[in-house]
């Protein structure tokens, strides 16, 4: 056998491994030794049975997604598969680590499944924008049952080995070494003498399946998938299982696959798969750089954000000192993280003793010197500069040597804070996103000396307090605020001119958005923006009137909509639509009926156009990083890829084509077009290699 598949024999029983690191893909260079193994096995009169384990630290994770798109080697899994399920002496999946995707399809092409405690089983084909393309989406139902297989494959999410046990997906837990449990438990089937069948032929879940009580979970699942077309088909996949043969159904779901795989959805989930991996390489930072040991953190600021900062160091198992001005604001910062802890439990995603738990890791301080012992120190208090640096001045004296201090800052000078220290190297921006705990994104904002292993240690820290981390540099709002800007500086205009709120909302909600940006301002209190802009002298025409009426969004039941008792729901208020053309009169404009087309290029487009300026001005290492920054932190639909991503599915030569007739109509800079932008439109190139459509 080849290197990455090899077989051995226990006695009466082979034991294929599969060894193809760092995850075991099944790559081509799998598959063919593979099929060859299934078949040698089945012929030798001497096996009474086959494990099928992996070497390493996890079983089969998934098909090899670099082959997706181009014409498939065979054999393809699907040819495995059914090799593997006509071999009539027992076959057994020895499952360690992960088995997704692929892998459980593969293993689903066994008679049974035996796996140690610590497995997770699933089939995560959803989040690259596409169904299980090898029986997944049918051979899953017949063992578990359509409604909880539907759950798993529209959501993504694997499940323990637990809930895989109870449900018939696992045989067997290992009580011990996991290979030799799954040779005992294969060769005690073959002492039974008897035809196992195929999962393919246990239909006994579909064919007693509530088709009403599908169809309603599955109608529910669609509401949510926001105009995504793969848990559309996974559902109708599933549904197939219940209501065609298995032969039937495993054709329609292959046409699916083949129709997802070649879309434009998929083509932009692939994209951020790759690009979250990408995004972890920072230039300067090479695999030589060790991060700093983070075994203590401590938090300035126990309000909203730095409670969910807290929370998310603490999630991470990582003690945290939460400083606070004062015993009261104190109180309230950690009673606040208490009752997020109980919603969670309430919801049965958290149990008590775990809540006590991380409760345990907090340790109270209104004292700067408490934070003497901290590995890092992250401050998240009001975004003034004056703030900032006296703070980091305090700091300064208590930090021990060696001590991140980082900012959580959405626009300020990291550079301009550092220098309230005499230890520059060791700031650095670390922009969260709200709510903390919850919000994906960690923007790593790198000042002119930031040293290399402080980011290193923020890349891994990231990853271990369940962070999309993305190195951005220093500028004004950095990426993600920087291009927020852009989009939203037309936003006034559009209203003055003859939108209304609710119609710009909507053209964001049907491109995909969880929200427009007038529901985004409500949700996130006017008030800030109002703060901003007062610190650099801005204004706005529509915003500020509202703010000095005390209409700050949803927490004073008034924005730009109304939120009426305590409800979560905008409503058109029209005294917000009265303002709105008293101040059009003012300035002498006539309003006029704008079209959804017209809304989406002043808003997305000027958007892309900065995006490109922050590429040219190295902010961003690449166009991918951007478009990590704005699916994990502002809600930029995955199905579209990302702004850059989505400009170029758009057209760039279009969107050039758009900013110069905006720019000739408003002679506004943001219409624009950078240079980037005008090169690539002009070459045909791409944001993937600027340096060659710049050639």
């Known amino acids: 056998m080849t290197k990455s598949v090899t077989t051995t024999r226990n006695g009466d029983v082979a034991v294929i491994t599969i060894d193809n690191p760092p995850v075991n893909a099944l790559s081509f260079h799998v598959r063919e030794p593979l099929m060859e ?5 089945r012929d030798d009169a001497s096996v009474a049975a086959i494990v099928l384990a992996c070497a390493g630290r996890t079983f089969v994770a998934g098909a090899d997604i670099t082959e997706f798109g181009k014409p498939m080697q065979q054999p393809d899994l699907r040819a495995l598969i059914a090799t593997l399920e006509k071999i009539e002496k027992p076959t057994v999946a020895a499952i360690h680590g992960t088995a997704l995707g692929g892998g459980l399809e593969l293993a689903l092409g066994c008679h049974f499944r035996v796996a140690d405690k610590a497995a997770r089983l699933g089939l995560p084909e959803v989040k690259l924008g596409l169904l299980p393309g090898a029986g997944g989406t049918i051979r899953l139902p017949y063992l578990l049952g359509p409604q909880k297989a539907l759950k798993i494959i529209v959501s993504g999410t694997p499940i323990g080995v637990a809930e895989a046990l109870d449900g018939g997906l696992v045989d067997a837990i290992a009580d011990g070494e996991l290979v030799a ?24 879940k579909v064919e007693q399946a509530d088709l009403a009580a599908f169809d309603k979970d599955a109608a529910e699942l669609a509401k949510k998938a926001r105009g995504l077309e793969a848990p559309v088909a996974c559902a109708q996949s599933v549904r197939n299982a219940i209501t065609l043969t298995f032969d039937e159904a495993l054709a329609k779901e292959r046409e699916y696959f083949v129709k997802l795989v070649s879309g434009d959805q998929s083509r932009a989930q692939r994209h951020l798969f790759f690009a979250e991996r990408e995004a972890a390489k920072v230039p300067g930072v090479g695999k030589d750089v060790a991060p700093r040991e983070i075994r203590r953190a401590g938090v300035i600021g126990a309000g909203t954000m730095g409670g969910g900062i807290a929370m998310s160091f603490v999630n991470g198992g990582i003690p945290v000192t939460l400083l606070e001005m004062n015993s009261e604001a104190l109180d309230r910062g950690l ?6 802890y109980a919603i969670s439990v309430s919801r049965g995603s958290l149990s008590e003793e775990a809540k006590a738990r991380r409760m345990a890791l907090f340790t109270r301080s209104t004292d700067y010197a408490d934070l003497a012992d901290c590995d890092i120190v992250i401050e998240a208090v009001f975004e003034e500069m004056a703030v900032k640096k006296e703070v980091f001045g305090k700091l300064d004296k208590v930090a021990k040597p060696g001590a991140i201090l980082a900012t959580n800052t959405s626009y300020l000078d990291v550079d301009e804070i ?14 969260f996103f709200s709510p903390a705990n919850v919000m994906k994104l960690l923007e790593i904002v790198r000042g002119k000396k930031t040293a290399p292993d402080v980011l290193a240690t923020l890349l891994s820290l990231a990853k271990k307090i369940g962070k999309v981390p993305v190195v951005v540099g220093v500028c004004h709002g950095f990426v993600g ?37 007038f529901q985004m301002y409500d949700l996130a209190g006017l008030d800030i923006g109002w703060r901003n802009r007062k610190s650099l002298g801005k204004t706005a025409i529509i915003a500020d009137p509202l703010c000095e009426q005390g209409r700050f969004g949803q927490k004073t039941g008034k924005g730009f909509y109304l939120y009426e008792n305590g409800s979560r729901t905008p409503t058109p ?15 002498g404009i006539n309003r006029r009926t704008i ?34 920054v704005w699916t994990n ?44 932008l005008k090169k690539l439109a002009a070459s045909g190139g791409s944001f993937s290699d600027p340096k060659e459509a710049a050639a």
């Not at 193994?37 to 096995?41: D, H, Q, S, Y």
């Not at 009673?335 to 997020?340: G, P």
């Not at 917000?576 to 009169?585: G, H, P, S, T």
Request: glycine share 10%; no cysteine; proline share 6%.
């Open 37 to 41: 193994a299934f078949e040698a096995l």
């Open 181 to 204: 449990a799954a040779i005992e438990f294969a060769r005690a089937r073959a002492a039974e003498g008897k035809k196992f069948p195929a999962v393919r032929d246990r239909r006994d």
């Open 335 to 340: 009673a606040t993280i208490e009752k997020n």
């Open 418 to 431: 550092a220098t309230s220290t005499g230890r520059p190297q060791d700031v650095v921006g670390t922009h």
């Open 481 to 517: 605020n920087r291009m927020l800007a852009s989009r939203s500086e037309e936003s006034e205009s559009l209203l003055l001119e003859g939108a209304t709120p609710s119609q710009v909302d909507k053209v964001f909600a049907d491109f995909g958005w969880p929200m427009g940006p």
């Open 573 to 587: 208020d029209p005294e917000v639509e009265k303002l709105i053309d008293d101040k059009a009169r003012e300035r």
């Open 595 to 628: 079209s959804a087309e017209e809304i989406a290029e002043r808003t997305l487009y000027p958007m892309i156009n900065e995006g490109a300026k922050i590429l040219e001005e190295g902010i961003a290492a690449r166009a991918s990083d951007v478009d990590i």
């Open 633 to 676: 932190g502002y809600g930029f639909p995955i199905g579209k890829g990302g702004p850059m991503f989505f400009a170029e599915l758009e057209g760039i030569g279009k969107i050039v084509e758009r900013l110069e007739y905006w720019h000739g109509r408003t002679g506004k800079d943001i219409f624009k077009p950078s240079a980037l």
